[in-house]
């Protein structure tokens, strides 16, 4: 008969954890813990993905489609890693994540719905540790040490592998948020979060067979090689920088050639004006401005090997935009302007940029939205709120980008102290989820008022060198993508702070 040992800590402790994740954890347990059954109680469990045959990637949304479908509501993803496999090593590489969800299956009632899933993928018996198209470990059920027959949790090699440990350790906050998280720290002697540093932690990201990567196109971008440059091409009369001079599609694709011969990694086209105090124009007036510019723009062959992102807040330009070819979207109200867009982006499968704004464009810059009491703080809360709503939405962390908002709805003095705590909005996002913290961050200070204040230029085009100034800053700060009028000049930067950082070891989140 199946034992199940709940434990039960007789206080929360350690509310922070060390930002080094060093953090030594001690638990005081029932000296009386008694053995009972799982009742029909809602339960949170951590389970651990994995693929190695066919389309990994569509393995795991068709598995977690199926989890879904099967009573299993995923609240959180890791982010996602390519890793070498292990103990059987002569066969592809493997896709490794993970997702915290909340299940009224008990223990045995989960494993057989992850069992008949991985059967029903086309996942057979086979060699142990060999080739699989999808393979589901429960990794932890509620506050349940559970040793049976056929199941053991938490699963017994968890420790020892870090294409486990890294995803896991991603479904965590810095600080503890509850006494289910408390119970799995405690699970390790010395706690999840030392026990991987023992492996070698962040360290071991990059290298050893061990990549975090964002999938895009075809492709898994690993997006801490190099910072990417993003050209800004927008197909409006009225933006702040460039209204109007690309909005015939002959000058719209000959700028797109143009940044990309001067080394633009991504092309992001925008056809609705986002400036303060900037009305909206419909769906069909934005869809007719982008459309024909986007459908020229993926006949180019030099188009072949970059990236082309959507600038929208409307749920249905993005649907038509990625339908004809576009990679991702990116979204300055974070699905708070379109009441379908993150439901739409979730079936989409395609990167997701979400940025940090107060209210909308026409009423961004009010005194109520600019009121901060510590902006990089409120900015890291506000920002992981989007992603925590976007991934109930459906859309997996693994897509996620984040895009502070330098810009909109922030004064001079904010826009600043942004640029100087990109790694303090990280670690303020880390404290309710690694993951997401360890997400791409993009920043746009180009040619931005805030520079003009500080540099006395009221012309937009007059602003390039203070950009340069400002994505230097935000690069060595921590920034993976910067997005720029200017590519050429902004490309130089690039290099050099990549050079810089390369010389000093690069951190993966800077």
């Not at 393979?135 to 592998?161: A, C, M, Q």
Request: proline fraction near 4%.
């Amino acid at each position: 008969m199946s034992i199940f040992k709940q434990l039960l800590p007789s206080r929360l402790a350690y509310t922070h954890a060390r930002a080094s994740y060093r953090a030594s954890f001690s638990f005081f347990h029932s000296s009386s813990d008694a053995s009972i059954q799982v009742q029909s109680q809602e339960q949170e469990v951590v389970i651990a993905l994995g693929s190695n045959v066919g389309d990994r990637l569509n393995n795991f949304n068709e598995a977690l489609s199926q989890m879904k479908k099967s009573g299993i509501e995923i609240t959180r993803h890791a982010c996602l890693y390519e890793t070498e496999p292990a103990y059987v090593t002569d066969q592809p590489l493997f896709l490794n994540s993970a997702i915290r969800a909340i299940t009224k299956l008990g223990p045995h009632e989960l494993l057989s719905v992850l069992k008949k899933i991985e059967k029903e993928m086309g996942r057979t018996k086979g060699i142990r540790y060999g080739p699989r198209p999808i393979d589901l470990d429960i990794l932890f059920y509620g506050k349940y040490r559970i040793n049976s027959e056929i199941l053991t949790v938490p699963h017994e090699r968890i420790w020892e592998r870090p294409f486990v440990m890294a995803p896991l350790v991603d479904l965590l906050g810095s600080d503890i948020d509850d006494d289910t998280v408390l119970c799995w720290h405690s699970f390790s002697k010395k706690g999840l979060f030392e026990s991987w540093e023992e492996l070698g932690g962040e360290s071991l990201i990059g290298k050893d067979g061990l990549r975090r990567v964002l999938p895009v196109g075809d492709r898994l971008w690993d997006w801490s090689k190099k910072t990417s440059v993003m050209g800004i091409l927008n197909l409006t009369p009225d933006s702040f920088s460039d209204g109007g001079k690309f909005e015939s599609v002959g000058s719209a694709i000959s700028q797109v050639r143009k940044m990309i011969s001067e080394g633009a990694d991504i092309i992001d086209l925008g056809a609705q004006s986002t400036r303060p105090m900037a009305s909206r124009i419909s769906v069909q007036e934005e869809l007719d401005r982008l459309i024909p510019v986007l459908e020229k723009t993926l006949e180019l062959p030099e188009i072949e090997g970059k990236l082309l992102s959507i600038d929208t807040f409307y749920s249905e330009v993005a649907s038509e935009a990625v339908s004809k070819g576009a990679h991702m979207v990116n979204d300055v109200s974070g699905g708070q302007l379109d009441s379908e867009m993150l439901r739409v982006v979730a079936g989409l499968n395609v990167p997701y940029i979400t940025m940090h704004m107060r209210g909308e464009p026409s009423t961004m810059q009010n005194s109520e939205n600019l009121k901060y009491d510590d902006v990089c703080k409120e900015v890291g809360d506000e920002l992981y709120e989007r992603v925590r709503t976007a991934e109930l939405c459906g859309v997996p962390a693994w897509r996620m980008v984040l895009d502070p908002g330098i810009g909109f709805s922030k004064k001079t003095e904010d826009n600043l102290e942004i640029l100087m705590g990109l790694k303090r909005i990280r670690s303020e996002i880390g404290r309710k989820s690694l993951g997401v913290a360890r997400a791409p961050v993009l920043i746009g200070p180009s040619r931005k008022r805030f520079l003009g204040e500080v540099c006395d230029r009221a012309s937009a085009v007059e602003r390039d060198p203070g950009t340069v100034a400002a994505v230097t800053s935000g690069v060595l700060g921590g920034a993976n993508i910067v997005r720029v009028h200017n590519v050429k000049d902004n490309v130089d930067a690039v290099k050099l702070c990549d050079s810089m950082l390369d010389r000093g070891g690069r951190s993966c989140t800077r």
